[in-house]
């Protein structure tokens, strides 16, 4: 039985390997992981590495490759505090959700937030204002931004493109490993499940389309680690004494191509059961690139499947069993006979006061889409399909809707893989546009409440001393804030994940403490306080 594909990609990463620009690891010693690079997360591929950290913040965190300091970025969400290091053989290396930078580094930060009055901070710099050597301690790892435990997100980008590439494929070390990768299951969109013992499966599966046909896979580091992701998987059928074969590897992909995600994904296995398996063929979306078969597959009959996937580690696993593939679209190698389909052309669709308009390549399947109102101010889209491509949502408010609510109405989107809430925005025609990547369960609301200051208290934050408050809103982010102590502004740090201002003492011994805050709708509040 070949396996051309497999091979193929592992020579490629053994040539690659042999190049090791990574030259010192991010975090020195023996690491586990939360996550590897191309792992399937809801509406993104994972851009980088995980390093789990113990529970604990403050691990020294190394350059990986001498360099320069190209970017710093200081955020409330997303990744928080993030350092980009640029290197001169073409890649720039990131750490993301980071506790502090090194002095010199968090004293610019300071610096250009005071002059700019802005907590929010995206700095460029160049090549000679601060170099760097490989092993250099450049901050400390932690859990600021959107991160869901102390770890550092470590990613290696191609300069030129910003595509982010697989660290494990430019030296990053995996280490020891003691949990072999597995495929557990195979799933079908209609519910069918093939368990997998000693690398195959006996039960017939019944599928109309391969898009239908997905595989549970896991891989860990070792028996009490999480689950990560795979780094490449090839599907082989063999029938009547013939054999064709595809697959892909994710090796780089595009943030613009990140949400084919969930077109990698069975959207039905994962509404029905919550587990990303990996469909077997491959989705509108672009990402990731999958070779074609040389021979039609689309003819209905049995088959015997064959899957190899290849862990991060370079282990390889290996399953086989029937799929009888029924009538039906030979999607995705034959056009499918979808009267209205939507594949590639733009659109739209009604539903008394809500109007709903897609471009082309909007979805990462051909659907006949509906939209359909199922209460007040609530609209239901379906069928579940994953969303490539932003949608475009019009709301007519009715003649009585208040004029200050304009602008501050809200859609609320839900699909199986998460939510989003969007501000809209007022139009000529006196219709609301909101602009979101979900077709699912739609909701309008209005944000009239502004954020909500409370508990001022004394403690730390970068291990220095510094005051806090809690800082909330009832539905939206809060998107700007400022802090002035006896009138002169004064930098300080929002912790959106736990919802708290940091405003470091600085020399501080007491005096008027004056904060506000708004939020994306344009609320706003203040506070004030004497500070002890």
């Not at 591929?45 to 190209?70: C, E, I, K, M, N």
């Not at 970017?71 to 290197?87: K, S």
């Not at 669709?349 to 809500?354: K, R, S």
Request: aromatic share 12%.
């Amino acid at each position: 039985m070949p396996r051309i594909f497999i091979a193929f990609f592992s020579l490629l990463s053994l040539n690659v390997f042999a190049q090791s620009p990574i030259a010192v690891q991010p975090i020195g010693g023996e690491v586990d992981f939360a996550g590897t690079f191309g792992e399937l997360r809801s509406h993104h591929f994972h851009s980088g590495v995980d390093v789990r950290t113990g529970g604990q913040t403050g691990w020294p965190v190394r350059a990986v490759q001498d360099g320069y300091l190209s970017r710093i970025v200081v955020r409330p969400d997303g990744f928080g505090w993030a350092l980009y290091l640029r290197h001169p053989n073409g890649y720039t290396s990131v750490y993301a959700h980071l506790e502090d930078f090194k002095p010199e580094w968090h004293d610019v930060v300071v610096q250009r937030a005071s002059a700019s009055k802005n907590n929010r901070l995206d700095l460029y710099f160049s090549a000679g204002e601060y170099p760097v050597r490989a092993g250099d301690t450049i901050a400390w790892s932690g859990n600021s931004g959107g991160s869901a435990g102390p770890h550092l997100h470590f990613e290696w980008r191609d300069t030129r493109t910003e595509e982010p590439l697989n660290p494990f494929a430019y030296g990053m070390h995996y280490g020891s490993d003691s949990y072999s990768p597995r495929i557990l299951a195979l799933h079908t969109a209609d519910g069918q499940k093939a368990t997998v013992t000693s690398g195959a499966w006996s039960q017939v599966l019944s599928v109309h389309s391969w898009q239908e046909l997905s595989a549970e896979i896991k891989d860990k580091k070792h028996p009490q680690g999480l689950n990560l992701g795979i780094q490449a998987l090839e599907i082989q059928w063999s029938w009547s004494e013939k054999q064709t074969a595809h697959g892909f590897e994710m090796d780089r992909f595009s943030f613009d191509d990140t949400r084919c995600a969930d077109g990698l994904m069975q959207p039905q296995v994962h509404r029905r059961t919550g587990l990303r398996t990996y469909r077997l063929a491959p989705s509108l979306g672009s990402a990731p690139a999958w070779s074609s078969p040389d021979l039609d597959v689309t003819q209905p009959g049995r088959y015997t499947v064959t899957l190899t996937a290849r862990a991060a580690n370079g282990e390889i696993t290996q399953a086989s069993g029937p799929v009888e593939l029924l009538a039906g679209t030979g999607y995705p190698w034959a056009d499918p006979l979808l009267p209205g389909k939507v594949d590639v052309q733009s659109g739209s669709l009604q539903a008394e006061d809500l109007r709903m308009v897609w471009n082309r390549n909007s979805f990462t399947d051909p659907i006949v889409p509906s939209l359909s109102k199922v209460g007040d101010r609530k609209w239901q889209a379906s069928p579940d399909v994953p969303v490539l491509r932003s949608l475009v949502y019009f709301w007519t408010p009715p003649a009585d809707y208040p004029e200050a609510w304009r602008s501050k109405t809200v859609l609320i989107g839900r699909d199986p893989r998460g939510s989003y809430r969007i501000v809209g925005e007022p139009q000529s025609d006196g219709s609301l546009r909101f602009i979101i990547k979900i077709f699912g369960t739609l909701s309008i609301a209005q944000d009239l409440e502004a954020p909500v200051f409370s508990g001022l208290k004394s403690g730390s934050f970068q291990g220095k001393p510094a005051w806090y408050i809690s800082l909330k809103d009832n539905l939206l982010d809060v998107v700007d804030y400022d802090a002035y102590v006896d009138g002169t502004w004064t930098w300080a740090y929002y912790d959106a994940k736990n919802r708290r201002l940091y405003i470091p003492k600085q020399g501080h011994s007491g005096g008027l403490l004056r904060l506000s805050a708004e939020d994306e709708a344009g609320n706003r509040s203040t506070f004030e306080a004497t500070l002890p």
